[in-house]
């Protein structure tokens, strides 16, 4: 959150996302998977629980989208993540989790 209350939305050169729950981390980082699916012509589901193939996401856009977190977040998602978490909110709660994980434990460039 920033001074004023509100939550910060990534944008694509210089994440900078700060929420103090894994909750506000969840949001803010299934924002930031709407914002990519927008800008690559895919949309995002109503529903986050609903999955990746169901939402019209193929396995390389889905690779895609997980590259970008990867780059944005510093969080590293392989195909084996991807099969573990294969909804949006899923994956965006392990991603916010990882980021709770103590600068020693994973390195990140970013905070959320």
Not at 29 to 43: C, P, T, V, Y
Not at 74 to 98: C, E, K, N, W
Request: overall charge negative; glycine content about 6%.
């Amino acid at each position: 959150m920033n001074a004023n209350g509100q939550t910060n939305i990534p944008d694509f050169n210089n994440v900078t996302v700060v929420q103090s729950s894994t909750t506000g981390k969840t949001e803010a980082i299934i924002a930031l998977m709407r914002k990519w699916a927008e800008k690559h012509d895919l949309s995002m589901p109503a529903d986050p629980d609903q999955t990746f193939s169901n939402a019209g996401f193929d396995s390389l856009a889905s690779l895609e989208l997980a590259f970008f977190i990867e780059e944005q977040l510093g969080v590293a998602i392989d195909d084996g993540v991807l099969y573990d978490h294969p909804t949006f909110a899923s994956l965006a709660q392990y991603i916010a989790q990882r980021l709770n994980v103590t600068p020693d434990e994973q390195p990140g460039q970013t905070s959320i």
